[in-house]
């Protein structure tokens, strides 16, 4: 389902923290901007873009956790689950895709390996530029290492498998980190074609070679 993005206003953003643990920062209120809920195969993407009128009280981190409550134009409430920030400029965004599997499935048919991948193996889905790759620390630590930026690729899906895994093939960028086949929890944060703004978290580094492939592997 193509995402249509919805006015919205009166927009509070608030860092995201384990829900157990009663903490709460707000990061902007009062902002205006759109939010989108989309679907493609069996993923359910976010996107929340918001303008420059917000009132910033503490400071965004791209790829940290963040979740927002607002009204749409006719004063329907709303909460998102929470994000990534893709972005930390004047109008940030904020975006995550999420899994609508929950159950086991034999589709781990990729090798797992450091060298060169074949594109004919996967199908493109779409054109991707200002592709970031960063691995995400295991909990409980907080941060991550930053392995590709700058990047050009596509999101990518597997030709086989029930269902078809998805990910995003890499076939340029700048290479700041040791990307190594087998790594794990990667996320990957992008542009598509139309300039919004694509994110994927979870991904498996099936490839390290040139293209590098990253794909959402299930248990």
Not at 38 to 58: E, S, V
Not at 104 to 112: F, S, V, Y
Not at 127 to 144: N, R
Request: net charge neutral; with cysteine.
């Amino acid at each position: 389902m193509q995402a249509i993005p919805v006015k919205v206003k009166n927009v509070t953003v608030y860092a995201y923290f384990n829900p157990i643990e009663p903490l709460e920062e707000v990061i902007i209120t009062g902002a205006t901007g759109t939010y989108s809920v989309g679907t493609l195969m069996t993923n359910i993407f976010y996107n929340l873009d918001l303008n420059a009128d917000g009132k910033r009280h503490n400071p965004l981190n791209v790829h940290g956790k963040y979740y927002a409550t607002g009204e749409t134009s006719d004063g329907t409430k709303f909460t998102t689950p929470w994000m990534y920030c893709l972005e930390n400029d004047a109008t940030p965004t904020f975006g995550r895709t999420v899994s609508m599997l929950h159950s086991k499935h034999d589709i781990q048919n990729a090798t797992i390996n450091s060298a060169e991948a074949d594109p004919s193996d996967y199908i493109t889905l779409g054109p991707l530029t200002d592709i970031t790759v960063s691995q995400l620390f295991p909990a409980p630590e907080i941060g991550q290492l930053l392995l590709i930026e700058n990047g050009k690729g596509n999101i990518i899906g597997t030709r086989i498998g029930t269902p078809h895994l998805m990910g995003v093939q890499v076939d340029s960028g700048d290479r700041v980190g040791r990307l190594v086949g087998g790594m794990k929890n990667i996320i990957i944060t992008a542009k598509t074609k139309d300039g919004k703004p694509f994110s994927q978290i979870g991904l498996t580094t099936i490839s390290a070679g040139k293209p590098a492939i990253f794909l959402r592997l299930f248990p």
